[in-house]
């Protein structure tokens, strides 16, 4: 199985900087991507936006809000991936998701994490 543990977040005032870092765990064969989402209180879980994302080959994406601010990368413990978040503002006040798409030698898992709360004040 594949489990997935998140830590970071927290409150910050506007402009301030956080970090998230998301471990997989099991017996992983591969990483095909690792990526944060994020969630409002009035959106659904399927209304997630994605963050930031970085396949295995260390290929990353982000999304349109992010402008340059959020930096996503492997750290040097295996299958762990953090979120660098500067700049932030009180629009980035969400619950943070880490999604991890990894082979096994059973197959494919695509799993969530519980969620880590990010809140930005003013």
């Known amino acids: 199985q594949v489990q997935v543990k998140e830590s970071g977040g927290g409150l910050v005032q506007a402009g301030g900087s956080l970090r998230l870092s998301c471990e997989a765990s099991g017996t992983i064969v591969a990483i095909n991507e690792i990526a944060w989402y994020r969630q409002t209180p009035g959106q659904s879980r399927v209304e997630r936006e994605m963050?930031?994302?970085?396949?295995?080959?260390?290929?990353?994406k982000y999304g349109d809000f992010v402008n340059g601010r959020f930096t996503i990368s492997r750290t040097g413990a295996k299958n762990t991936v953090s979120l660098q978040m500067s700049n932030l503002n009180p629009d980035d006040t969400a619950g943070y998701y880490c999604?991890?798409?990894?082979?096994?030698?059973?197959?494919?898992?695509?799993?969530w994490g519980q969620g880590t709360q990010v809140t930005v004040s003013s």
């Open positions: 999604n991890v798409d990894v082979r096994t030698e059973t197959g494919r898992f695509n799993r």
């Open positions: 963050v930031a994302a970085i396949t295995g080959s260390g290929s990353t």
